[in-house]
């Protein structure tokens, strides 16, 4: 799958050069340079040996995900950018969904569940165009990372759970492209992204960031 | 799928055969509101950034500043207002500089990611008592040493920047919190003369006036209360 086709409407590399300022040439090699290396590590579920191993790893690949969404509505409900008009309760609403979801995977990996990574939304989630562009961005990436994976679960619990999830985030994908004045469904068959190429994308982003180094082993000198 | 022998399919008549749902293996909760007790957000500084006294680059500079503390940590601020000028985000920050309490605006692409603290500090010189609170809730007090009259802690506030530990001096205790308050009259001080809330090998002097400004508590206290206080924290300075 090309950035091209899940991309269709432009809204990933539209509130991507908005933030960044990136060309779409550079927006495009963003794409092969590094990655965010947790979802890296996620990303091969094909590998994994036994079917509970396998299971684990897309659960955790889609936690992931859902870190990423509850912490992008999270984020945009604190700041209150959004305080009138259609987009006033979007933050509130999705973000407790994704917030669910996150406790749900969080509750079924147990002590296997990744950590929540560190983000910086770099003022995407401050205004409205911007805010509103990127939702959409993260919601068909979800859509699409979902279906990718849909046929590797092993477990029908977790397929059918996954799938109960998938359905959610198709509908805030077609809610947040009304809002945004796109088709809600574009094409008549959604194509499926694979987990590396959803790293990428993610990657792309670089919403995922390290953690600021806020501790050391260091003799203080302040006034005493 | 065609019903037997062609004909309008009726579901009142579908096959037994096909096997029921599958249950969902995840348990996925009512959607849940977001928590609005007090919080304070910080981001950490990216780069070299001069903060000016509006939203623009046409304002006078206030001060430049640094991406990494004395401490060698990374530097943060803490975020007090948000402004779209000319199509450009600016965030208002209190900043770690004298005179304390000065605020600044600085471009959002000089920040890092966002992150939201709801645990606060409140100082109280008067009684030598500092207050934990969380989610707005009290949850800890302890006694503290503070400034003496020529050297005083000030007052005002303030963010808690850094934790230092693994260091080797028993007058600093076993931690050391870094804030962003700096001393008014120790301003020669190396370092830049900032403020800290650490340890003591003197427990008998708390609670009292006895520092050069530092908020000194108790080593097992001070243990105690490291396990709560988050960085990015208020810290509020009071009589």
């Known amino acids: 799958m090309t950035i091209g086709e899940l991309d269709q409407d432009g809204a990933l590399q539209e509130a991507l050069t908005g933030t960044y300022g ?145 359905s959610v985030e198709a509908r805030h994908a077609a809610w947040m492209r009304y809002l945004l004045g796109r088709r809600p469904a574009a094409t008549a068959f959604d194509k499926p992204i694979s987990a590396a190429g959803a790293e990428r994308l993610v990657a792309s982003t670089h919403f995922i960031v390290s953690k600021a180094k806020t501790s050391a082993g260091r003799s203080p000198r302040f006034t005493g | 799928m065609t019903p037997r022998g062609g004909g309008t399919w009726r579901f009142d008549e579908a096959p037994a055969g096909l096997p029921p749902p599958a249950v969902s293996k995840l348990h996925i909760p009512r959607p849940v509101a977001l928590d609005r007790a007090d919080g304070t957000t910080w981001a950490p500084l990216r780069r070299r950034v001069v903060a000016r006294v509006a939203p623009s680059v046409h304002t006078r500079a206030l001060v430049v500043v640094e991406p990494r503390t004395p401490e060698g940590t990374t530097n943060l601020a803490v975020i007090t207002g948000v402004r779209v000028t000319a199509g450009r985000l600016w965030v208002r920050l209190l900043l770690p500089t004298l005179p304390n309490g000065t605020q600044g605006w600085v471009r959002r692409s000089a920040l890092g990611g966002y992150t939201v603290v709801n645990t606060r500090l409140v100082v109280n010189l008067r009684r030598f008592r500092a207050t934990l609170f969380r989610a707005g809730r009290p949850i800890m007090r302890v006694p503290v040493g503070v400034g003496t009259p020529s050297s005083p802690t000030p007052r005002g506030t303030f963010y808690i920047r850094d934790k230092l530990t693994r260091y080797a001096s028993p007058f600093y205790g076993p931690v050391a919190f870094g804030t962003s308050a700096r001393s008014e009259a120790l301003t020669d001080w190396p370092a830049g003369g900032f403020i800290g809330i650490h340890g003591t090998d003197r427990p008998a002097l708390i609670p009292g006036r006895i520092s050069h400004g530092c908020i000194r508590i108790r080593n097992g206290d001070l243990l105690r209360l490291s396990r709560l206080l988050r960085i990015g924290s208020l810290v509020i300075v009071r009589d």
Not at chain 1, 28 to 42: C, D, F, K
Request: charged share 20%; no cysteine.
């Open chain 1, 22 to 166: 990136l060309s779409r040439a550079k927006f495009i090699g963003a794409l092969g340079l590094g990655s965010a290396a947790l979802l890296a590590e996620l990303a091969r579920p094909q590998a994994a040996e036994s079917g509970v191993a396998n299971d684990r790893e897309i659960l955790n690949f889609a936690l992931v995900l859902e870190y990423l969404q509850a912490s992008f509505y999270t984020e945009a409900e604190r700041r209150k950018p959004l305080t009138k008009g259609k987009l006033a309760t979007i933050p509130s609403r999705l973000g407790a969904v994704e917030r669910a979801h996150v406790t749900a995977f969080k509750r079924a990996l147990g002590a296997a569940a990744v950590q929540r990574p560190a983000f910086d939304f770099a003022g995407t989630t401050e205004q409205s165009g911007p805010f509103l562009r990127t939702a959409v961005a993260l919601e068909d990436l979800a859509v699409a990372a979902y279906k990718g994976q849909a046929g590797n679960i092993r477990s029908p619990g977790y397929l059918a759970a996954a799938i109960s999830i998938h």
